[in-house]
């Protein structure tokens, strides 16, 4: 049932480009030009007119959840607040009926994500649930939604249902800022168009899976990681490091990489493995002054890259390249290496990757 692969974690990640694609099926219609999603037909004047959009989730879709800010705020102009859902529910939150409340979930069941929503319902706010499983209880607990149809994800560790739920919040954050006028014709249809050749730029960078795997063995018995990343790739920093720690019990931190220097950067020695994610962006220049900072105090940089970076790869250890795309579509690209660095790291030091120590698939308890 694993299809070949060793793992299910290992299968996931590399279904990939087909999960990806089956969370845009009927939704983007890129011959008629236009973006559908059911759920959200009957809440599209809610959404319009939404003042703000409060974002719960834990783990992984939390992480979607930051990605989804950058999106939403970027292209429909709508001001979001990304929540821990444990957090959130017990702070005595501001909510009312003028917010939409959008809860991000793989399996439907987290207690602490169920909730907050149960709150925020409580409070009048409208709720709308990014769920895989389907039928889940915080599928059921929503008022509208949209499943991520990644189908099951068995391993753990979360991979096709993150790049899933990243594909449907953009598609939502596309049709919303289109609706206000946020986002032009033209910009959608360009993004439209980036978005239908995403699958194939993941197919591209699943095949760095032996060059991710090289690079593993160096890195096998390190004891520490950080991964640094601004903007839309900030996100990804986070992911990868969650991704590392929880398979490989490897300490790692992930940053955004301009706040190294009020902290983290004490920690860079010449033993110190620092993957930054540098993608050809509006950060870029940032990101490289960055990159120097690390190689000055002898960090041992893993640089990923767009393809043809000549900027970089002179100042990393290693450079892992990956297709170019939109900016606000990169996270989809560039968290592929970063879920094989984790997994082959994990099977060298001989750990159980489908099913870490101390982590369950739902967390039904809080
Ligand atoms: C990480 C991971 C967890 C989950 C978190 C939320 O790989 O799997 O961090 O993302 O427990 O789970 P769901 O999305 O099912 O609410």
Same mark, same amino acid.
């Given at each position: &049932?694993?299809?070949?692969?060793?793992?299910?974690?290992?299968? &996931? %990640?590399?279904?990939?480009?087909? =999960?990806?694609?089956? =969370?845009?099926?009927?939704?983007?219609?890129?011959? @008629?030009?236009?973006?559908?999603?059911?759920? %959200?037909? @009957?809440?599209?004047?809610?959404?319009?007119?939404?003042?703000?959009?409060? %974002?719960? @989730?834990?783990?992984? =879709?939390?992480?979607?959840?930051?990605? #989804?800010?950058?999106?939403? &705020?970027?292209? #429909?102009?709508?001001?979001?607040?990304? &929540?821990?859902? =444990?957090?959130f529910r017990y702070r005595n939150p501001i909510i009312t009926e003028r917010d939409i409340v959008l809860a991000i979930s793989q399996s439907g069941e987290t207690a602490d994500t169920l909730a907050a929503i149960e709150l925020a319902k409580s409070k009048g706010a409208t709720i709308f649930g990014i769920c895989n499983v389907v039928g889940s209880s915080i599928a059921r607990a929503t008022d509208a939604g949209a499943y991520t149809h990644a189908g099951p994800e068995i391993g753990v560790a979360s991979t096709k249902a993150f790049t899933a739920q990243v594909t449907v919040l953009t598609l939502l954050a596309m049709i919303v800022g289109h609706k206000r006028g946020t986002l032009t014709d033209s910009k959608l249809r360009e993004l439209m168009v980036e978005l239908s050749n995403i699958p194939a730029k993941v197919e591209k960078a699943l095949l760095l899976n032996t060059e991710i795997e090289q690079i593993s063995e160096i890195f096998r018995d390190v004891p520490n990681f950080l991964y640094l990343g601004r903007g839309y790739n900030f996100p990804v920093a986070l992911e990868g490091a969650l991704k590392l720690k929880e398979i490989s019990y490897i300490h790692a931190e992930g940053y955004p990489a301009a706040e190294m220097k009020h902290g983290p950067i004490a920690l860079i020695d010449e033993n110190m493995p620092v993957v930054v994610i540098a993608t050809k962006d509006s950060s870029y220049e940032k990101v490289v002054s960055n990159i120097q900072e690390v190689k000055a105090r002898k960090g041992r940089i893993i640089a990923v890259v767009t393809e043809g970076d000549t900027v970089i790869p002179p100042m990393a250890e290693f450079v892992i390249e990956v297709p170019a795309t939109s900016e606000v579509l990169m996270p989809l690209v560039s968290v592929i290496p970063l879920q094989l660095l984790s997994y082959h790291i994990a099977v060298l030091r001989g750990c159980n990757v489908d099913q870490p120590r101390n982590l369950a698939k739902s967390v039904t308890v809080e």
């Amino acid at each position: &049932e694993k299809g070949g692969y060793e793992h299910f974690m290992l299968k &996931e %990640i590399f279904e990939q480009p087909r =999960s990806i694609l089956d =969370s845009m099926r009927g939704r983007l219609e890129l011959e @008629a030009g236009h973006l559908n999603m059911g759920g %959200i037909r @009957a809440y599209e004047r809610k959404f319009v007119n939404a003042e703000r959009i409060i %974002i719960v @989730a834990c783990g992984t =879709s939390w992480h979607a959840g930051l990605v #989804a800010e950058y999106l939403i &705020e970027d292209l #429909a102009r709508i001001p979001v607040e990304v &929540e821990y859902a =444990s957090e959130f529910r017990y702070r005595n939150p501001i909510i009312t009926e003028r917010d939409i409340v959008l809860a991000i979930s793989q399996s439907g069941e987290t207690a602490d994500t169920l909730a907050a929503i149960e709150l925020a319902k409580s409070k009048g706010a409208t709720i709308f649930g990014i769920c895989n499983v389907v039928g889940s209880s915080i599928a059921r607990a929503t008022d509208a939604g949209a499943y991520t149809h990644a189908g099951p994800e068995i391993g753990v560790a979360s991979t096709k249902a993150f790049t899933a739920q990243v594909t449907v919040l953009t598609l939502l954050a596309m049709i919303v800022g289109h609706k206000r006028g946020t986002l032009t014709d033209s910009k959608l249809r360009e993004l439209m168009v980036e978005l239908s050749n995403i699958p194939a730029k993941v197919e591209k960078a699943l095949l760095l899976n032996t060059e991710i795997e090289q690079i593993s063995e160096i890195f096998r018995d390190v004891p520490n990681f950080l991964y640094l990343g601004r903007g839309y790739n900030f996100p990804v920093a986070l992911e990868g490091a969650l991704k590392l720690k929880e398979i490989s019990y490897i300490h790692a931190e992930g940053y955004p990489a301009a706040e190294m220097k009020h902290g983290p950067i004490a920690l860079i020695d010449e033993n110190m493995p620092v993957v930054v994610i540098a993608t050809k962006d509006s950060s870029y220049e940032k990101v490289v002054s960055n990159i120097q900072e690390v190689k000055a105090r002898k960090g041992r940089i893993i640089a990923v890259v767009t393809e043809g970076d000549t900027v970089i790869p002179p100042m990393a250890e290693f450079v892992i390249e990956v297709p170019a795309t939109s900016e606000v579509l990169m996270p989809l690209v560039s968290v592929i290496p970063l879920q094989l660095l984790s997994y082959h790291i994990a099977v060298l030091r001989g750990c159980n990757v489908d099913q870490p120590r101390n982590l369950a698939k739902s967390v039904t308890v809080e």
